[in-house]
């Protein structure tokens, strides 16, 4: 079956940078279309991340110019490379497919970003 388990979160202070990780099992990430979503308090969960089985990305308005989604195909994981980071970026992260998201999803990884 298919599970996703993210890595890399901590605590931060604004302007400093973390690499998420996720490991996945059951689906094939360089054949499928992945992103990086997050969830912060009180928000619904949002896609900040895509990167397709072509090696096209897409990124929010919210984070382009300070993330970067990319994958190791050996070993079947996705990678989220945060930089600038800033206090609105405090979220759980999360990958999962894009679109049509698993119904699975992993437990995530805390960010938390002090101003």
């Known amino acids: 079956q298919v599970q996703f388990v993210e890595s890399g979160g901590g605590l931060v202070q604004a302007g400093g940078s973390l690499r998420l990780s996720c490991a996945a099992s059951?689906?094939?990430?360089?054949?499928?279309?992945m992103g990086w979503y997050r969830r912060a308090p009180g928000k619904q969960r949002e896609l900040v991340a895509a990167l397709s089985s072509s090696g096209s990305t897409n990124y929010a308005d919210s984070v382009k110019g300070r993330f970067t989604i990319s994958r190791d195909s050996a070993k079947n994981t996705m990678y989220l490379q945060m930089n600038s980071l800033k206090a609105e970026d405090t979220a759980v992260y999360y990958c999962?497919?894009?679109?049509?998201?698993?119904?699975?999803w992993g437990q995530g990884t805390q960010v938390t970003v002090s101003s």
């Open positions: 999962n497919r894009v679109p049509g998201a698993y119904a699975y």
């Open positions: 059951g689906v094939t990430v360089s054949i499928n279309a």
